[in-house]
């Protein structure tokens, strides 16, 4: 059962842009908080950006000022805008999420989230 979906992920040269969605599946009703984290090869996994519930942003350091997340009006549908990439950008980009709480913080650890997509690939050519 697929819970969450991640797309967009494709290589891109360094300074390119690409914007990844996270859907929900069907049975989600809605998601409470939700992050993006990425995966690079023979790194452990790191938070890059979240959304709390009162719509509040949270970004590793790494990508402030580069990379926004955002939902669509639904709350089933969230996106990470992703500019001026970089070489180390290059990972497996997953989201998480919260569902089913009335309020959570947009924590940048994978502690708190309990639906997780199978991810999507991104890899920055210089």
């Known amino acids: 059962l697929v819970q969450l979906e991640e797309s967009g992920g494709a290589p891109v040269q360094s300074g ?3 914007r990844l969605s996270c859907a929900a599946s069907t049975h989600i009703v809605s998601i409470s908080c939700l ?3 990425r995966q690079a090869t023979g790194k452990e996994r790191e938070g890059v ?3 709390a519930s009162d719509g509040v942003t949270t970004y590793a350091d790494s990508v402030k000022g580069r990379f926004s997340i955002s939902p ?14 970089k070489p180390e950008d290059t990972a497996r980009y997953y989201c998480a999420a919260i569902v089913g709480v009335d309020y959570c913080s947009g ?12 991810g999507t690939q991104v890899t920055v050519s210089s």
Request: overall charge neutral; hydrophobic content about 45%.
């Open 49 to 51: 950006a979240a959304l």
């Open 35 to 37: 992050a993006w984290f």
């Open 16 to 18: 390119g842009s690409l």
């Open 72 to 85: 669509d009006g639904t709350k089933k549908m969230f996106y990470l805008q992703m500019n001026d990439l």
């Open 107 to 118: 924590s940048l650890w994978e502690r708190p989230y309990n639906y997780w997509g199978q």
